[in-house]
């Protein structure tokens, strides 16, 4: 008799454990599908030096929209140079999630060199180089973890 109790008294206990782990799996499953949820801003520039001042042709870099959705890789439109400002001639604006790679890349016209960056939050540079008259250039670097 008292066997049956013991039984009795554990139904309740599974039942709480169940409703208690049900949405916690739900979570983990939402957090997996969609990364850790942190992402930075990211802005892409690249600027010219020399020779032709005409914008990059070619500039390609790795665009997320939201949070939730997949990198694509995007083509620059191309705008008119900045003017007298000390500003990139081309620059754009971007999320990254943590652990993801941030990538920008630029063919300058013949006799002009570039210089690609990217910059987290408009300041702290993760990824620069300059290129050879005429040299592609590229930059890429994996967003880096939060500071805890």
Known sequence: MNSSRSKLRLIPLAGAIALLAGPLAG?????????????WAITYEVSLEG???DLPTGITYLDTRTRSDAQTTEQASMGAPASGDGASPWSVESIV???????????PPAGTRATCRILIDGTREIASETGEAGAPVRCEARAPKFAE
């Open 51 to 53: 020779g032709d001042s």
């Open 27 to 39: 979570c983990s499953a939402v957090t997996e599908m969609l990364g850790s949820g942190d992402a």
């Open 97 to 107: 999630r943590v652990g993801d790679l941030a990538r920008v890349s630029a063919e």
